[in-house]
Antibody
Framework: EVQLVQSGAEVKKPGESLRISCEAS????????ITWVRQMPGKGLEWMAR????????DYSPSFQGHVTISVDKSTRTAFLQWSSLKASDTAIYYC?????????WGQGTLVTVSS | DIVMTQTPLSLSVTPGQSASISCKSS???????????LYWYLQKAGQSPQLLIS???NRFSGVPDRFSGSGSETNFTLKISRVEAGDVGVYYC????????FGGGTKVEIK
């Protein structure tokens, strides 16, 4: 069974750093890219970035380039999304998902709350 | 960037009736290999999105045949026949021919 299990909810202050994770199981990890999608409160889905677990090549949406970093650890089948300095506007649910053309499996989402 | 525009923003449907959602892309989603990289998702309240339709018209595993997709190049439609209470949620189209982009979403409610 394909599963993407994300790390738990986080509460952070503006300016703090954060890394959230997404552990994949049930399939050949290197055959599918991992992608991250943001959903701000009450809003739609926004594509952020994707990464190829084979060689860690990554693409970013222009809207997120330079604001987040995506990475992957093949040995633990885990993908990461990190911020070096959070802003209140980063408050959202972040979904990881498996992608190969289509996104077919999604993680359960990680709620990130940034508040002073 | 490819822009995906969905209409309408919301729909209120009587159970048993049909509903259609339009999705237009700012560029053709037809790849030179013949595939069209257009997908439809449903996000129910409090849940992760779920894949409904791949490559314009191919239903994902377990998706009822009440859901159908059509279209080509830049104009696409998702049709829900015989709408049921369990179909409520927000529907999104997505392209992946160049990076990925989601449409703004269409909220479907039951009358």
């Amino acid at each position: 069974e394909v599963q993407l299990v994300q790390s738990g909810a986080e509460v952070k202050k503006p300016g703090e750093s954060l890394r959230i994770s997404c552990e994949a199981s049930g399939y050949d990890f290197t055959r599918y890219w991992i992608t991250w999608v943001r959903q701000m409160p009450g809003k739609g889905l926004e594509w952020m970035a994707r990464i190829d677990p084979t060689d860690s090549y990554a693409d970013y949406s222009p809207s997120f380039q330079g604001h987040v970093t995506i990475s992957v650890d093949k040995s633990t089948r885990t993908a990461f999304l990190q911020w070096s300095s959070l802003k209140a506007s980063d408050t959202a649910i972040y979904y990881c998902a498996r992608v190969y053309g289509r996104i077919d499996y999604w993680g359960q989402g990680t709620l990130v709350t940034v508040s002073s | 960037d490819i822009v995906m525009t969905q209409t309408p923003l919301s729909l209120s449907v009587t159970p048993g009736q049909s509903a259609s959602i339009s999705c237009k892309s700012s560029q053709s989603l037809l790849h030179h290999d013949g595939k069209t990289f257009l997908y439809w998702y449903l996000q129910k309240a409090g849940q992760s999105p779920q894949l409904l339709i791949s490559e314009v018209s191919n239903r994902f595993s377990g998706v009822p045949d009440r859901f159908s997709g059509s279209g080509s190049e830049t104009n696409f439609t998702l049709k829900i026949s015989r709408v049921e209470a369990g179909d409520v949620g927000v529907y999104y189209c997505m392209q992946s021919i160049h990076l990925l982009t989601f449409g703004g979403g269409t909220k479907v409610e039951i009358k």
